[in-house]
């Protein structure tokens, strides 16, 4: 919940942050996100619940979240890259703990997995042959059943079933597909998905199942497999297209209020003058702006809050800065050195994604990486 003016004011103050006065604050929640891991995997049980933690756990700091989550009892995290995979490595160094990389290696990079405990989601035939050649240890296999991105087609199912020299030298952890759809409960497109995958699979090695991500684990059943891996969840974002959001905020992107303008004749706002501000009325310019990762397109299209109160953004949002209408508040309630609420509690995350056109997962992985980064609970940076 955005503070009254002054803890606002002091909140920035609290970090170890080098500028004690950032112009954005990305404040984390880890004990929301803990909460967050518990819904979901009590959803998913008796699966195991894995956890998503590619692209800097979604912006909002591998090590921090990684962390956390291992606390929790997490002991199986998927990265999209090597140099993610490495990194998480990094922090969590007992071998017990899996990390999965969705891409798989690139050629020649099979010895580092192995050398680094990675496990890879192999996509292709070309990757099976390079890692069986490499010699015997655990993947997953992924089969692609109604996406078109990574994965074995129908086609190459059947070809690798004909090839006993790969599969014997397969230690296939997970067989794995990844839902379309699973956003959208009603769509057709989910229980077929369900049904290629089974029919898939039987052509290989009995193996473990995992399908779910975060839409999967609230569908159930059948869409979860043995393993889920849920990525938005956990962060805030709602899971599924439409309806109320089932999981709990976990971020809060606040922004300093760098000016107030006392509007006393007409005046228009911003780059191609698309606002024209009315006296008397009050105007509060923010230090953030679309180099920070907040949409240009919000110019005119969404809010910011303070102390609960909705602010209109007016004007376009340019590279540093976004101009605020605060003329909703008492002139002695918002002054500069404020921060008002971008994103958080008052104005969701998902309503921000609509108002920009796009899905929480791009809001999320856009935050730059100027935007002060603090979190609220304890992440314990002790290593495992």
Same mark, same amino acid.
């Given at each position: 919940?955005?503070?009254? #003016?002054g ?11 080098s500028d004690?006065?950032p112009?954005? !604050? ?11 891991? $518990? ?11 894995a956890?998503?933690?590619k ?6 700091g591998? /090590? %921090?979240?990684a ?5 929790? /009892? ?6 999209a890259?090597?140099a993610?995979?490495?990194a998480?490595?990094g ?17 020649g990079?099979?010895r ?5 405990g ?18 015997p240890? #655990? ?8 996406m078109?991105r990574?994965?074995?087609?129908a ?7 004909a #090839?006993r020299?790969?599969v014997?030298?397969l230690d ?9 759809c699973?956003?959208?409960?009603a ?5 077929r ?9 039987r052509a ?11 839409a ?15 990525g ?5 974002g ?8 089932p999981?709990?905020p ?11 303008r006392?509007?006393t004749e007409?005046?228009?706002v911003?780059y191609?003058a698309?606002?024209?501000?009315e ?7 923010v230090?953030v702006?679309?180099a920070?990762?907040?949409p ?10 303070? $102390?609960?109160?909705? &602010?209109? !953004? ?7 800065l976004?101009c605020l209408?605060a003329?909703?508040? %008492?002139?002695e309630? &918002? ?8 994103l /958080? %509690?008052t ?5 921000v994604?609509a108002?920009a ?13 100027r935007?002060a ?12």
């Amino acid at each position: 919940m955005t503070a009254t #003016r002054g803890e606002a004011a002091a909140r920035p103050a609290e970090s170890g942050a080098s500028d004690p006065k950032p112009t954005a !604050v990305l404040v984390v929640d880890l004990d929301a996100l803990a909460r967050n891991y $518990a819904k979901l995997r009590g959803l998913a049980a008796p699966a195991e619940c894995a956890a998503v933690v590619k692209a800097d756990a979604y912006g909002l700091g591998l /090590g %921090p979240v990684a962390l956390r989550l291992f606390r929790e /009892g997490c002991r199986r995290f998927f990265v999209a890259t090597e140099a993610e995979g490495l990194a998480l490595r990094g922090l969590l160094p007992d071998a017990r703990t899996r990390i999965y990389v969705f891409g798989g290696p690139d050629d020649g990079a099979e010895r580092a997995f192995r050398e680094a405990g990675l496990v890879p989601v192999l996509n292709s035939l070309a990757q099976i042959e390079r890692w069986v050649r490499a010699g015997p240890s #655990r993947a997953v296999l992924h089969v692609d059943t109604g996406m078109s991105r990574l994965g074995l087609s129908a086609a190459d199912v059947g070809a690798l079933a004909a #090839r006993r020299d790969l599969v014997r030298g397969l230690d296939i952890e997970y067989v794995m597909t990844h839902l379309a759809c699973a956003d959208e409960p009603a769509h057709a497109l989910n229980g077929r998905q369900i049904e290629a995958f089974d029919r898939l699979r039987r052509a290989l090695p009995a193996a473990k199942t995992s399908i779910g991500n975060s839409a999967g684990i609230l569908l159930g059943g059948r869409h979860c497999g043995d393993l889920v891996r849920p990525g938005i969840g956990l962060y805030g974002g709602n899971p599924l297209s439409a309806g109320p959001n089932p999981m709990e905020p976990v971020v809060r992107l606040e922004g300093r209020v760098l000016q107030i303008r006392e509007v006393t004749e007409t005046t228009t706002v911003g780059y191609g003058a698309t606002y024209s501000a009315e006296p008397p009325s009050r105007l509060a310019v923010v230090g953030v702006g679309y180099a920070d990762g907040y949409p240009r397109c919000l110019g005119n299209r969404c809010a910011a809050a303070y $102390a609960g109160t909705r &602010l209109p !953004v007016v004007g376009r949002v340019s590279m540093d800065l976004l101009c605020l209408d605060a003329s909703a508040l %008492p002139p002695e309630q &918002l002054g500069v050195g404020d921060y008002v609420e971008l994103l /958080g %509690p008052t104005v969701g995350l998902d309503e921000v994604a609509a108002a920009a056109g796009t899905i929480s997962y791009e809001v999320l992985t856009g935050l730059g990486r100027r935007i002060a980064r603090r979190y609220v609970g304890s992440a314990d940076a002790r290593r495992p």
